[in-house]
């Protein structure tokens, strides 16, 4: 068996034998279901986003809601599809309400996350969001400053390139970040064109520090159980910014 081939099956264990049956937090207990992940196992480029909500939980599967559905336009516009990449969450579970991610619930749950990298070894991993980025880069920088920026980081010991993205949610609720998005979109193909493969220019450091708590600055709550009528985007989380 191939080396990539032994790690695709190591994932599909690790998820089907950690994640999927996790109860490592308080958010086990209101989940409908795991949010594990989805798409390509031995993918090249993955994304990471914030957190299941509704449609997610629902589902089983990653940004099947509106931000979902943008993503899959975003994708399309560089020529992919959700099954040529690998989506998965900061947070495996939907936080009640699709509140933010609390700081304890990230701490829990980063060890899958952090696993997902180290097995899967995509040579791109796109943030989607403060929450993903700030987890990753293990920096305080906000996704304003730092998205269309790729920074070469260590996981799992191996380089990679993180690309921090604004959240297509973000894109939903303020329609002139769509452009900037688009924009930070194009430079996809490139980035992967030129990555390594291990993960493309990894700088000469450590493994990146214990990653910190994201703590994104506060935004407009979103607290409902469900989708409420004539909301663009009812289940998403809105620490975007
Ligand atoms: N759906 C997800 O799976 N993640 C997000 O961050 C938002 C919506």
């Given at each position: 068996?191939s ?12 998820h089907?034998?950690?994640v999927?049956?996790?109860t490592?937090c ?9 949010v594990v ?7 090249d480029l993955?994304f990471?986003g ?6 997610e ?6 940004f099947?809601?509106?931000s ?6 975003l ?6 599809t ?7 969450n900061v947070?495996?579970?939907?936080p009640p ?16 996350l ?10 791109l ?8 980025t700030k987890?990753?880069s293990?920096?305080p920088d ?10 070469p ?12 993205l604004?959240h297509?949610?973000?894109a939903?609720y ?7 998005l688009e ?22 450091r450590?493994?990146?520090?214990a990653?910190?708590?994201?703590v994104?600055?506060?935004a ?6 469900g ?15």
């Amino acid at each position: 068996m191939s080396d990539r081939a032994a790690r695709v099956a190591e994932l599909e264990a690790y998820h089907r034998d950690e994640v999927a049956v996790c109860t490592r937090c308080p958010l086990s207990e209101g989940r409908t279901q795991v949010v594990v992940g989805s798409g390509d196992l031995s993918a090249d480029l993955m994304f990471v986003g914030e957190a299941p909500g509704y449609h997610e939980d629902a589902q089983g599967i990653p940004f099947v809601g509106a931000s979902g559905k943008l993503l899959g336009t975003l994708l399309e516009g560089i020529g992919l599809t959700r099954d040529d990449v690998f989506v998965a969450n900061v947070l495996k579970c939907r936080p009640p309400g699709n509140r933010d991610p609390q700081p304890a619930e990230i701490r829990e749950c980063e060890p899958h996350l952090f696993r997902q990298v180290a097995l899967l070894r995509p040579r791109l991993i796109c943030t989607l969001g403060n929450f993903a980025t700030k987890l990753l880069s293990g920096r305080p920088d906000g996704i304003s400053r730092v998205h269309g920026h790729e920074l070469p980081i260590r996981i799992g010991g191996h380089a990679t390139l993180l690309y921090p993205l604004y959240h297509p949610a973000a894109a939903l609720y303020t329609r002139s970040m769509l452009s900037t998005l688009e924009a930070d979109f194009a430079r996809i193909p490139g980035l992967l064109a030129g990555a390594a493969p291990d993960g493309g220019p990894a700088p000469a450091r450590a493994e990146p520090p214990a990653p910190p708590v994201a703590v994104a600055p506060a935004a407009p709550a979103d607290a409902t159980a469900g989708p409420p009528p004539g909301r663009v985007e009812s289940d998403e989380q809105l620490g975007l910014f």
